[in-house]
């Protein structure tokens, strides 16, 4: 039946479906980062097309690599590792692949709106009044399934991922209603104030918070090491929970907001490095004496590699949330910097990892290549690297340039190389999830890949 | 599960104890006071042909904010005055911005000619070279006008004191000065020394055509436009001493002495800022100013005492200098030469208006100049009245 193949309760099913789409998002989303960043170096790359000029492709980029890869993507995770940690099948596939399509929907929806000029102009809120109240939707059937799950769950004591996931999947879908402010239209500034409260809440309150609980997971799992300590792991959820929420207002720390908003911001976004070392403490500690790992086990790697990369935002987020940083920084390239780092560089790793390890154990198909795999990490890696790079010295010549008073059309000149190693980087970063894509497709649809499993399938009968 | 349950309550405590704290106390402490210097978008002449209320929408769509910014800072110098919490009452959704790969744009309005900002909104590397800015020229006819009018709208109703400060040192500069930065007499005398080391590159007259410009790719800055009206002293003088970094604009302040840069102070103050106009058919032509230079003196200056004008120990400099009325005629004799060609001529047409206006011009009020100057000069300083002279007939630095 048509119902039962477009929502099938097959278990595993809504995982399966989450991740691809995450995937097939990805590339949409990266793609039209990739254009967005030529376009720097070759403002007439593409004429005459509305739909294609830089800030049309930076919404789809955006929505797309935000809520079409690593939302889906995270969400996909969950229901895998959701159900693996509580030793439970997932409460409803059906609801799950009805999310998955629903979801689907709205991208589809932000693909055809966005470049034709339907945005709200909030940042990380532009989609319109119906695909905010879709996702809303979504978001809560998420939630339901996966509390539900846990409430059916057949191990007693909840592991410290659990309480990440559920944490995140209780604030998100507020945050988000706050965030769209679609229907309410609040004066400049107090627009901006929840704009951001939101800005910062969507990466603080969901990106972080179900990133780390797939770090919590994997790094143990990979290692066979014992978590170092979950008194520790308790400490960094609820310094989370503490300090992420107020820090909103670091991103307007210098417009004409209320002072004692902003030194909420600042002291809340400093303390954020308790949790965050606490998180990597224990990371770090848990990897004693399996460090070798990382040559061998490429998911591990990326498990690493992300990890790294967290160290590194979150020493360079309180730094730069502090006044006389941010007065030298904000407005420049360094952000976008920031921004990559975390999200490609930090939460991007850790999907792509999470996917690497659970898509196998998923839908029992061995990864078609290991070489692809390694590709893509050195692709990523490297390619990351460079962007990264030319980001952050574009960001301190940009703003060496308005401190010194120097004529915009002057400095602006000055960045060109920049913004052509960014564009490298982006080809580099896009190269490498497209094979990602293409491992995963082999892997999965492939006929070898059907005969290997089948008679993977039957040596365990034989065996058992 | 005691424990759980506690956890929740925990959970769900903190997160509205933040949420009332920091979004909606906000919303009840925080209602700043419209400031009157918001954007109106009624008071701009373009708002009679197009609406900029319109234009705010497209302004939107076309997602702008992501480049540009609406939010300027202390340390901004360049971009006008600072903003308010009061003038954004009305901005909803805020266009504050996220990053500045384009300039800051709170006070744009009026800095450009409507004409300009379409032309640079069709064809961004058509006015500005090296422009990163996408072509808009998808935009219907209907829809740019509007989105210039909004633009010619942004931080009008903002009084408007500096939009550039030197660093705070300056002020050390300002009060250590010993010339008289009003005076032609200083003016003169940095004529000389602008024609010997700038001229080349910012052109003689300042519109920043010199023979080098044209081989750089940072061009040099034009001084006629109006922007330089609000450059103070320091200002200028900080330009002139420490050069613009990143261009071939160089550090002054290693060759020419304190002294010598504040009479170039004192020219460049002299140089029009209003010759900038936008020319559409060859009537008007005849209404751009022609290039005034500083009125000719015959005073002394000393170098010594900073060409106080009109000095105790130089009374004889008073005697010798015309009266203001009879100043003129320099300038009404080049006018008269300047509206001949571009009157009996139509071939002006051919190579553009703009262009055949302002090489009539530089010809002849040189020209004239150097009449006068030769003439009834008893100047001291025969250097820089050297520089003048070769500079204006020959070209720079070829004596
Ligand atoms: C200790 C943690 C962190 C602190 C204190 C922090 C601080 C900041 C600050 C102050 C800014 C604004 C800079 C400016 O505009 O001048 C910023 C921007 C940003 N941060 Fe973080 N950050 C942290 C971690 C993270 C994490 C974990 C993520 C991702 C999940 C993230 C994602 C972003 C993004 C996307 C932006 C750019 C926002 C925009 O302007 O569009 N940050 N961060
Ligand atoms: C193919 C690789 C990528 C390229 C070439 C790329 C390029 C870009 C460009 C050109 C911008 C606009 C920056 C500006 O306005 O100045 C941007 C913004 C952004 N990108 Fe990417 N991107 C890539 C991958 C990603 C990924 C994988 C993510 C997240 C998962 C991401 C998240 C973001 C975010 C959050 C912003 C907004 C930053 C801000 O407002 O400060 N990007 N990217």
């Given at each position: 039946?048509?119902?039962?193949?477009?929502?099938?309760?097959?278990?595993?099913?809504?995982?399966?479906?989450?991740?691809?789409?995450?995937?097939?998002?990805?590339?949409?989303?990266?793609?039209?980062?990739?254009?967005?960043?030529?376009e720097f170096s070759f403002p007439d790359l593409v004429h005459n097309v509305p739909q294609l000029s830089m800030p049309h492709l930076r919404m789809i980029h955006v929505n797309g690599v935000a809520l079409g890869w690593l939302s889906m993507g995270y969400v996909g995770v969950m229901f895998y590792m959701i159900p693996s940690l509580t030793k439970t099948k997932l409460w409803s596939e059906r609801l799950g692949n009805f999310t998955c399509w629903a979801w689907n929907a709205v991208m589809v929806g932000a693909l055809c709106t966005l470049p034709n000029g339907f945005t709200e102009g909030r940042e990380y809120a532009e989609l319109g009044a119906v695909l905010d109240t879709i996702v809303t939707v979504g978001l809560i059937s998420v939630a339901m399934n996966a509390y539900m799950t846990v409430v059916n769950r057949k191990v007693k004591k909840l592991y410290v991922s659990l309480w990440y996931f559920l944490g995140a999947l209780f604030w998100f879908p507020l945050v988000w209603i706050i965030g769209q402010r679609t229907f309410v239209a609040l004066p400049g500034l107090n627009d901006a104030i929840v704009g951001w409260f939101y800005g910062h809440n969507i990466l603080g309150m969901w990106f972080t918070t179900v990133g780390v609980g797939m770090m919590y997971y994997l790094m143990p799992r990979l290692t066979n090491n014992p978590l170092y300590s979950h008194g520790l792991s308790m400490l960094g959820f609820w310094g989370i929970a503490l300090f992420y929420a107020p820090t909103g207002t670091h991103h307007i720390l210098q417009s004409p907001v209320p002072?004692?908003?902003?030194?909420?911001?600042?002291?809340?976004?400093?303390?954020?490095?308790?949790?965050?070392?606490?998180?990597?403490?224990?990371?770090?500690?848990?990897?004693?004496?399996?460090?070798?790992?990382?040559?061998?086990?490429?998911?591990?790697?990326?498990?690493?590699?992300?990890?790294?990369?967290?160290l590194i935002t979150c020493t360079q987020g309180p730094f730069q949330a502090t006044r006389w940083v941010n007065w030298y920084l904000h407005f420049t390239q360094w952000v976008v910097g920031h921004a990559h780092l975390a999200l490609l560089g930090t939460f991007s790793f850790i999907t792509t990892a999470a996917i690497y390890y659970g898509l196998p154990k998923l839908t029992g198909r061995e990864f078609y290549s290991q070489g692809l795999i390694r590709a893509h990490y050195w692709l990523k890696t490297?390619?990351?690297?460079?962007?990264?790079?030319?980001?952050?010295?574009?960001?301190?010549?940009?703003?060496?340039?308005?401190?010194?008073?120097?004529?915009?059309?002057?400095?602006?000149?000055?960045?060109?190389?920049?913004?052509?190693?960014?564009?490298?980087s982006g080809i580099m970063i896009f190269l490498g999830q497209c094979l990602f894509m293409y491992n995963v497709c082999k892997s999965l649809y492939s006929k070898e890949a059907k005969l290997k499993a089948a008679a993977k399938l039957q040596a365990a009968e034989v065996k058992g | 599960m005691k424990g759980y349950r506690l956890g929740a309550t925990g959970i769900i405590v903190t997160f509205f104890t933040i949420i009332t704290a920091t979004v909606l106390l906000p919303m009840v402490l925080f209602n700043p006071k419209p400031s009157n210097h918001g954007n109106t978008y009624k008071d701009t002449p373009e708002a009679a042909v197009a609406d900029p209320e319109r234009g705010r929408r497209i302004y939107v769509r076309e997602g702008c904010f992501y480049c540009h910014t609406q939010f300027t800072r202390k340390q901004d110098r360049g971009y006008g005055p600072l903003v308010k919490a009061g003038d954004y009452v009305y901005e909803t959704p805020h266009q504050l911005g996220t990053a500045r790969t384009g300039p800051d744009l709170t006070n744009e309005g009026g800095k450009f000619p409507s004409e300009w900002q379409k032309a640079h909104l069709v064809e961004p590397r058509a006015v500005k070279p090296g422009s990163i800015m996408p072509s808009f020229s998808f935009l219907n006819d209907t829809d740019m006008n509007d989105l210039v009018a909004y633009i010619q709208s942004l931080g009008n109703n903002r009084p408007v004191k500096h939009y550039v400060e030197a660093p705070e040192e300056y002020q050390e500069f300002l009060a250590k000065k010993k010339v008289d930065t009003e005076s032609d007499a200083a003016a003169n005398a940095g004529r000389g020394i602008y024609t010997q080391n700038c001229a080349a590159c910012h052109g003689l007259d300042g519109r920043g055509n010199g023979p080098n410009s044209i081989s750089l790719e940072k061009k040099p800055a034009n001084f006629t436009r109006a922007f330089f009206k609000q450059y103070p002293d320091d200002m200028w003088f900080y330009r002139v001493r420490e050069g613009v970094p990143g261009t071939r604009m160089p550090r002054f302040g290693m060759t020419l002495s304190e002294e010598q840069m504040w009479y170039l102070v004192a020219y460049l103050k002299t140089l029009p800022k209003d010759t900038e106009l936008v020319v559409n058919s060859i009537d008007q032509v005849n209404k751009i100013q022609p290039t005034r230079l500083p009125r000719l003196s015959n005073q002394l200056y000393e170098p010594a005492t900073g060409g106080h004008e009109g000095g105790?120990?130089?009374?004889?400099?008073?005697?010798?200098?015309?009266?203001?009325?009879?100043?003129?005629?320099?300038?009404?004799s080049q006018n008269s030469v300047f509206k001949a060609p571009a009157k009996t001529a139509p071939s002006s047409e051919t190579h553009g208006t703009t262009g055949g206006a302002?090489?009539?011009?530089?010809?002849?009020?040189?020209?004239?100049?150097?009449?006068?100057?030769?003439?009834?000069?008893?100047?001291?300083?025969?250097?820089?009245?050297?520089?003048?002279?070769?500079?204006?007939?020959?070209?720079?630095?070829?004596?």
């Open positions: 039946m048509l119902v039962d193949r477009l929502i099938s309760d097959r278990e595993g099913s809504a995982s399966r479906n989450f991740i691809m789409s995450a995937l097939f998002w990805s590339l949409i989303g990266m793609g039209a980062g990739l254009l967005a960043a030529m002072e004692w908003l902003k030194a909420i911001a600042v002291i809340s976004s400093i303390f954020l490095l308790v949790p965050v070392m606490t998180v990597l403490t224990n990371f770090f500690m848990t990897m004693k004496g399996k460090w070798q790992m990382m040559v061998t086990d490429l998911p591990l790697r990326f498990t690493i590699t992300s990890s790294l990369f967290y490297l390619g990351f690297g460079l962007m990264m790079t030319s980001l952050t010295i574009a960001g301190l010549v940009q703003s060496a340039g308005w401190h010194h008073a120097i004529p915009f059309d002057i400095w602006s000149i000055e960045l060109a190389p920049y913004w052509i190693l960014r564009s490298i | 105790p120990e130089h009374p004889a400099g008073e005697h010798h200098s015309p009266p203001p009325e009879e100043q003129p005629p320099a300038i009404d302002t090489g009539t011009t530089t010809g002849t009020t040189t020209g004239a100049e150097t009449g006068t100057t030769t003439g009834t000069s008893t100047s001291t300083t025969t250097g820089a009245e050297h520089g003048t002279s070769t500079g204006t007939t020959t070209g720079a630095g070829s004596h």
